[in-house]
């Protein structure tokens, strides 16, 4: 891999050319808040432009979002400017506007000093309350589950992630990934005397022959053994006590 | 509207036309949407297994397009342009009238089956304006008091 050098807020790191600015930075200890990348799935990004950060390259600035700008030669990237500030603030605000309800959001938005947003807050119908359709969910669910349970579906405002036709999903191995990847908690995976339920459908689950506790559902097991071919008894067990 | 069972025959007629890549798909809903006036649920289940492609990608299509709809519609398709320069040239009342005679709201089908009643924004006629589209013909310089004879001449009913 060619390694490059590049500066962040006037301090040069060497790194792998085209890896992003996001994971660049993170790993040299700056922080750009975010929330619709995560590093392990490929297809993720872009999308909340909340990481929103100066480019300079080749005597120009750009505004670019962090999480899937390439590292590259020469590339000077400043993340705590007035003007980045001022964008991600209204970024903010317009996302605090969209759902009103998430924390995560509302987080951020205080770290910058924002209580309210400018816009008027959105009705919003309670399934979508906290969802910003950014795709992780079904980023995660294709990519590195490759299940495809969920799609984005409609468009414009109404854009939401669904199973078809909303009903539970046949393919759905109820791994609840899509719910651990979304930033806002957007998803709810409820969980009850060994079921656990998520997307409208129940899934029963495996109990730990140690402990009882129940911690994988069976369609998930089916899944893992259809695709690697490891032994249905290995997930007897919870990890803790395999 | 005589209920057809589908079954997966008549969507196989259709989907074997195609090549067998994702390229195909839109093609093929399309072809669904002017066989059966919409997608079918038990369509997008046949597609997506011959096709190995996953049901909820071809859904999302189905959701996304507005040339695709996921529910019944009706034999004919009326559709009123709303945008600016019909607005201007008596489009509401074209609708009104369209919405009174045939009894169905905007973006509802007759009871009979018969006809959907759209609104779209502008297409791209405004020199004709008001627009009314009749399932693929178009008609400017409307009238509401014109307008249903229009309709039914077209039609032949």
Known sequence: MEKISVTIDGRTFEAEKDRCVLDVAHENGIYIPSLCYNSEVTSSGGSCRVCLVEAHQGGRMRLVTSCNYPVRKGLEVKTDTPLVRRIRRGVLELLMARVPDSEVILEMAAAEGLTEPRFRKDEGESERYKCIACALCTNVCAEVVGVHAIAMTERGADKKPATPYHKPSEVCIGCGACAYACPTGAITLKERDGVRRIWGRDFEMVRCSVCGTPYIPVAQVDWIVSRTGKDRSFFDKCPDHR | ?157
Request: aromatic share 6%; with cysteine.
């Open chain 2, 1 to 157: 509207m005589t209920d057809v069972t589908k079954d997966a025959t008549q969507f196989d007629r259709i989907i074997e036309r195609y090549e067998k890549t994702e390229e195909s798909l839109l093609a093929i809903l399309q072809d669904f949407q002017r066989e059966f006036h919409y997608v079918p649920e038990e369509g997008i289940r046949r597609l997506s297994e011959v096709m190995e492609v996953p049901a909820s990608k071809i859904y999302a299509m189905g959701t996304f397009y507005k040339a695709l709809s996921l529910t019944p519609r009706g034999r004919h398709t009326i559709k009123v342009c709303t945008g600016t320069a019909c607005h201007l040239k008596g489009a509401p009342q074209i609708l009104e009238t369209l919405e009174r005679e045939l009894k169905v709201k905007r973006n509802g089908t007759t009871e009979d089956g018969e006809f959907t009643l759209e609104c779209v924004n502008c297409v791209g006629a405004c020199a004709m304006a008001p627009v009314t589209i009749v399932d693929e013909k178009y008609h400017g310089q409307t009238r509401p008091s014109k307008i249903m004879d229009m309709v039914k001449k077209q039609v032949g009913s």
